[in-house]
């Protein structure tokens, strides 16, 4: 189907006027993709035996002082498959601590990136020297490929959304993370896979739109050609056509950065980039946001605090572990676990550019 067929489709999505009269009521958007340092992936995050609201009211502290305002946060439908009573308790918890420090999460329904066999109760602790070791994709395969479990994943999200669905302590639901992701699926399973998410995504953006959802719902595009309609993979243009607001994602150089935000900009609708800063593949802080405050784009960097999640590693961790010595530069995150940068002169720029944010005392020391 085109992708004017499937904006036909979805009669729920917003018009382009009402995407950017809403973004024209929100500060410039800046913000870090958000994990706790001591949860290894999403499920330890939210799990009743390891939820931390301390660490969270700790870390989020740190982003307010440095004048971030959003956090993309990621769920997974088996905590509410679980236990949703808990699940939503734990969550409200989580987004008044946000709130608190003036932190507006987006937060993420599906991931189709990393192990494909998740599973409640207690995680594996980090591998060694590798890069985000423990993640874990929403749906696992199982779930995703057999079509009897769609109910319970259509329960999750209206579950989910429909309990937010008016929330302002929420800026809008990213509905899936790139979904097209081959994540950790062999590569001979990947085209049913794919085949198979294209069928769910704008289900579930229904389901979303059904549930009652107030806030912007979005899919972040993130490889491929989307200068040309016709050069787009099937999942793109789902992505494009059902998102109210774009987002995309980028780890490339700042040329890169740019080009794809004005490959975007024909689509006439708000853009955020949820997803950036890889230091050692040429995407910083320093080439990259001020780029996207030039164009007035949303900008969440991938990581806060260097933690269990080892996201500071680079990717080729993957094929060779960091353990005889550590890596030169970090990869991603902001913080070192005691909260002092890792590098004053990004923390400096960030509340520069943002015009807010404020100087905090760790460790004796104000930074």
């Known amino acids: 189907m085109s992708a004017s067929g499937w904006s036909q489709a979805s009669s729920g999505r917003w018009t382009e006027q009402k995407a950017n009269e809403w973004y024209a009521q929100q500060p410039w958007l800046v913000g870090a ?11 330890e995050m939210f799990q009743a035996a390891t939820f931390d609201p301390a660490i969270n009211d700790r870390e989020l502290g740190w982003a307010e002082s440095i004048g971030m305002n959003t956090a993309r ?28 420090h003036h932190i507006r999460p987006l937060l993420v329904l599906f991931d ?18 590798v890069h985000n070791s423990g993640w874990v994709q929403s749906p696992g395969k199982e779930r995703l490929m057999n079509p009897a479990d769609e109910p319970q994943l259509k329960a999750y999200v209206m579950g989910v959304v429909g309990a937010f669905a008016k929330d302002d302590r929420i800026l809008g639901w990213d509905i899936w993370n790139e979904p097209d992701n081959r994540g950790g699926d062999v590569a001979k399973d990947v085209p049913a896979k794919v085949k198979r998410v294209d069928e769910l995504l704008p289900k579930a953006f229904a389901w979303a739109r059904e549930a009652g959802a107030t806030q912007p719902l979005t899919s972040g595009v993130w490889t491929g050609d989307w200068n040309d309609p016709a050069k787009e993979s099937e999942t793109t243009k ?3 056509a059902e998102s109210d607001i774009i987002t995309f994602h980028n780890y490339g150089w700042p040329e890169e950065f740019e080009a794809r935000i004005r490959e ?37 960097n991938w990581g806060l605090v260097a933690g269990k999640t080892q996201t500071y590693l680079p990717w080729d961790s993957w094929q060779r572990p ?6 030169t530069v970090w990869f991603h995150d902001v913080f070192h676990q005691d909260g002092t940068p890792y590098r004053q002169h990004e923390v400096d720029l960030i509340r520069e550019l943002t015009g807010r944010g404020t100087a905090v005392a760790v460790g004796g020391a104000v930074r």
């Not at 439908?77 to 608190?100: C, M, S, V, Y």
């Not at 960091?322 to 890596?327: C, F, T």
Request: aromatic share 10%.
């Open 33 to 43: 993709n958000y994990i706790p340092s001591s949860a290894i992936n999403e499920l």
């Open 73 to 100: 946060v990621f769920l997974q439908d088996q905590l509410w498959q679980q236990d949703p009573e808990g699940f939503k308790k734990r969550l409200n918890t989580f987004l008044d601590i946000a709130a608190r």
């Open 112 to 129: 189709s990136c990393w192990e494909t066999n998740p599973h409640l109760g207690p995680q594996h602790p980090p591998i060694p020297g």
């Open 238 to 240: 789902i992505q494009l």
């Open 264 to 300: 975007l900009e024909p689509l006439h609708r708000p853009i955020i980039c949820t997803e950036y800063m890889a230091r050692g593949a040429g995407s910083t802080f320093d080439n990259d946001l001020p780029i996207a405050k030039r164009y007035h784009v949303g900008a969440i």
């Open 322 to 327: 960091y353990v005889l010595m550590q890596p």
